[in-house]
C-alpha cells in the first residue's frame, strides 16, 4: 500500500483535485455497499484535506492526497466495464490510509463540531 500512495503522490492544487475528485464521483455507481463507503471515504478525506483552518500532519496530506489521485486516475477498463470489481483496490487503498491516520481524522472531528456529510 506504501509503494502505491508514493507512485502515486504529486503536487496537486487542493481546488484542482476537487474538481477532478468531483468529475471522478460523478461517474462512479454506487451499486455495492463497499462503494457507497468508497465514496464516503473519499469525500471525508477530501474534507479534511481541504479545510483550511485545519492543520493537518504532512505525512497525512500526502497521504490524503495519493489516496485521491489514485482514486481519480483511469489505470484500466476493468472498472468501466465491472466497476464492482474495479473499485475493489481503490476501496482497499483509502480505507488503509483512513486507518493509517484514524489520530488525524478523530483529532478533525473533535475540532468540527457541526459536520454534515453530503452522502451522495
Known amino acids: 500500500m506504501e509503494e502505491k500512495l508514493r507512485k502515486h503522490h504529486r503536487n496537486i492544487d487542493i481546488r484542482e483535485l476537487g474538481l477532478l ?3 471522478k464521483l460523478r461517474s462512479v455507481p454506487p451499486t455495492m455497499e ?3 463507503n468508497l465514496i464516503l471515504d473519499v469525500k471525508m478525506l477530501f474534507r479534511v484535506l ?3 483552518e485545519f492543520d493537518l500532519k504532512e505525512e497525512a496530506r500526502k497521504d490524503f492526497i495519493s489516496a485521491l489521485l489514485y482514486f481519480i486516475e483511469v489505470r484500466d477498463a476493468i472498472r468501466d466495464r465491472i466497476p464492482l470489481i474495479g473499485y475493489w483496490d481503490d476501496y482497499r487503498l483509502v480505507r488503509y490510509v483512513k486507518d493509517k491516520h484514524r489520530e488525524e481524522i478523530n483529532r478533525y472531528f473533535s475540532q468540527v463540531k457541526h459536520f454534515i456529510a453530503n452522502y451522495f
Do not use: C, G, H
Open 50 to 52: 481541504s479545510d483550511l
Open 21 to 23: 475528485l468531483e468529475e
Open 34 to 36: 463497499y462503494v457507497r
